[in-house]
């Protein structure tokens, strides 16, 4: 494969209600090419995914980040960007 992502780093960015699809699907499509991604989340522990019209399945966070996303102020997000090659 010409585009393979080997040895990149990519930060998923979410919190609890994300649409589960809009995860998993592209989660996948950059693990098949060879990225390393991890969940970047204001929150610890797990968040949990929205499945159309109910709760759907719940996802380890594998860093926690603790600015609020609405205001996430550049500084402290560059200290947690600079371990990623993308963020989605």
């Known amino acids: 494969m010409a585009n ?3 040895g990149c780093r990519v930060a998923i960015l979410v919190t609890d209600g994300f649409e589960e699809v809009e995860l998993t699907r592209p989660r996948q499509a950059l693990d098949d090419a060879g990225a390393e991604t991890s969940i970047v989340s204001p929150k ?3 968040v949990r995914s929205w499945r159309f019209t109910d709760w759907g399945q719940a996802f380890p966070v594998d860093v ?4 609020k996303i609405h205001r996430l102020a550049l500084a402290e997000w560059a200290a ?9």
């Open 4 to 6: 393979r992502l080997d």
């Open 44 to 46: 610890d522990g797990m």
């Open 64 to 67: 926690r980040h603790n600015a």
């Open 80 to 88: 947690t960007a600079q371990e990623f090659e993308a963020k989605s």
